[in-house]
């Protein structure tokens, strides 16, 4: 009886262990099942990746950026190569690295210790491939490939750098590439940047990006688990970005930059007056953006950020316009019907009003615009100012594009200048304030709140020249576009027949020449107290239909517009015109 409830006892408890082991099986099981569930199916695509990822390696190929040409096809930027050298790390633990090393101490003309330093350090940053030396020259390409087979394990890879072979020929008008920085890689990743990728930062460079920049290309290999290379399985060719031709001209260019040397500042502008094509944009003083490849040093950087500001496009900065803004007041006169093309008005060595007085160069007493412009009297349109009032000043001056853009691609960097609007002033009727009699005065004159750049200027006199047309200037060729003005025939009349006889018994009297078409035009000296003047020319050529305006701006040169910049503007022109 006792023996038969042991057993029972024995058998009941063998049964809950087994039981018990059954349980806890099935638990170990499922989770098992889970678990592969779980990595097969929710996370498969994702350890898939990984483990491919695992065992290929990518090598990228950069786009050769496209080239910019000037409107002859002569090259102004490019791209180079440069040739760097890397390793495999297999190589450099194997025991075939005292060799392989002593070799390379040869290429590169480095000590077998300085050679192991750098690859220790690029070991660091990289296990993949390290780096061991960057920018070989032509010569030790050359014996790279004549002693192939000493360098095993050892790989020539190709990069491309933008080159300006012209140095800082067209610096403002090109502009120049940079490394992109970290928060712009990650804004920029989306479309196709890398993280060493370039970008244009200023000029053609960037207003083209999307053009000149190509797309990356390059390899991905399979490896296996030593980081042998077994295959090749996948070969993208990057795609080059496009060359564009651009509308400058390169001996006009040259001339424009060589001739603006004689000052310490200035810019100038050069254009077809009926097109709105750029034959020549020049900014003084310039830079080289070939110091942008790959990155200016620390003392290059603390020179393009000096008060003389070198990366600065005067081209496109306003200053005052002085005297040659009297074309602007002259259509302000004839336009509203205060005067006519027979007016006359009275010029003198002083002109006082309302307790103030203003003096004169000149005093010829009854004279008529056309002569008013060519000896560029200030009493004259002291008296035109007042007569005409503020809102035609300003109506003509807005007219004629001041105070907008010109439609130019370099729009980030083009300033909009002041056609004539004084914050606070009657023409501004938001704000509270006087526009005083005086703001009038001078600002018939061209200075004042007034500010023009020069290529807003480049347009107001191709518009004068052709007949009344405001053409939207261009880098890169393009069919014109262009709108009329609205000025009437009489106006046209007025201002060709002064602004030629600047030339021919005024202000600018050096462009009278035999050598050169006839040439109209304006000069202009803006006081920018309390530094030395400014001076400016404007002006076309030939006087009846005109393929070439310019205009030359000198940064507080001192002296005259008909002394300084018009002898500038006679190169330009001389260069032109010499050649077509």
């Excluded at 297999?90 to 390379?104: A, G, I, M």
């Excluded at 690859?119 to 990289?126: G, I, L, P, S």
């Excluded at 012209?166 to 804004?187: C, D, F, I, Q």
């Excluded at 003198?348 to 009003?353: A, D, E, G, V």
Aim: net charge positive; charged share 25%; hydrophobic share 35%.
């Amino acid at each position: 009886m006792y023996g038969s409830r042991a057993n029972s006892r024995y058998l009941s408890t063998f049964r809950n262990q087994s039981s018990l082991l059954l349980c806890c099986f099935a638990i170990g099981c499922g989770a098992i099942v889970a678990r592969l569930t779980y990595l097969q199916i929710i996370s498969g695509p994702k350890n898939r990746m990984i483990a491919y990822e695992n065992r290929t390696r990518s090598i990228l190929r950069p786009p050769i950026r496209g080239r910019l040409l000037d409107r002859k096809g002569i090259v102004l930027a490019t791209s180079s190569l440069k040739y760097n050298l890397y390793i495999n790390p297999k190589t450099f633990n194997s025991p075939e690295w005292p060799r392989v090393r002593h070799q390379l101490s040869e290429l590169l003309n480095l000590s077998p210790d300085k050679v192991e330093e750098y690859c220790n350090e690029e070991f660091k940053k990289n296990d993949y491939r390290l780096n061991v030396a960057k920018n070989l020259s032509t010569k030790q390409v050359m014996n790279f490939f004549e002693r192939r087979k000493d360098f095993k394990g050892i790989e020539l890879d190709i990069e491309t750098l933008r080159s300006y072979p012209h140095g800082s020929l067209a610096a403002h008008v090109m502009g120049y590439t940079s490394t992109l920085r970290r928060e712009e890689y990650a804004k920029l990743k989306t479309e196709g940047y890398r993280i060493d990728d370039r970008i244009g930062r200023s000029g053609i460079e960037r207003a083209y990006e999307s053009t000149l920049r190509g797309s990356w290309g390059g390899q991905k290999l399979e490896v296996n688990a030593l980081g042998k290379v077994q295959r090749r399985l996948e070969n993208n060719v990057p795609t080059a970005g496009a060359d564009l031709q651009l509308t400058l001209d390169f001996r006009l260019q040259k001339a424009a930059e060589e001739a603006l040397r004689k000052v310490k500042k200035g810019a100038v502008v050069a254009m077809d007056a009926q097109t709105g094509a750029i034959r020549a944009m020049a900014s003084h003083p310039s830079f080289d953006p070939n110091i942008f490849s790959p990155a200016p040093s620390i003392r290059q950087w603390e020179t393009l950020d000096s008060v003389r500001a070198p990366l600065v496009n005067r081209a496109l900065r306003g200053f005052p316009p002085a005297s040659t803004f009297k074309v602007v007041s002259t259509i302000a006169a004839l336009e509203s019907g205060k005067y006519n093309a027979d007016s006359k008005i009275l010029s003198t060595r002083s002109f006082c009003f309302e307790g103030q007085c203003y003096h004169d160069h000149v005093s010829l007493g009854l004279i008529d615009f056309p002569t008013a412009l060519a000896i560029s009297s200030n009493t004259v349109y002291y008296r035109v100012g007042l007569a005409v009032g503020s809102t035609e000043l300003l109506k003509a001056s807005e007219q004629m594009g001041y105070g907008s853009e010109t439609g130019v691609e370099l729009v980030f960097e083009e300033s909009k200048g002041s056609a004539g609007r004084k914050k606070g002033s009657e023409q501004d009727p938001s704000n509270s304030g006087n526009w005083s009699s005086v703001d009038t005065i001078v600002s018939a004159i061209g200075q004042g709140v007034l500010e023009v750049t020069p290529l807003q200027m480049a347009r107001l006199y191709a518009a004068i020249g052709n007949g009344g047309w405001l053409v939207t200037p261009h880098l890169v060729e393009k069919p014109t576009v262009r709108e009329a003005v609205g000025l009437k025939l009489e106006t046209l009349k007025v201002l060709h027949k002064g602004l030629r006889k600047v030339v021919t018994e005024g202000t600018a009297t050096l462009l009278n020449d035999s050598s050169l078409p006839p040439v109209a035009g304006k000069t202009g000296t803006a006081e920018n107290p309390p530094y030395a003047d400014h001076t400016w020319f404007a002006g076309y050529a030939p006087e009846k239909k005109p393929n070439l305006v310019v205009v030359v701006f000198c940064e507080n040169s001192g002296g005259f517009g008909g002394t300084v910049a018009a002898p500038i503007a006679k190169i330009l022109l001389r260069t032109w015109f010499q050649e077509t």
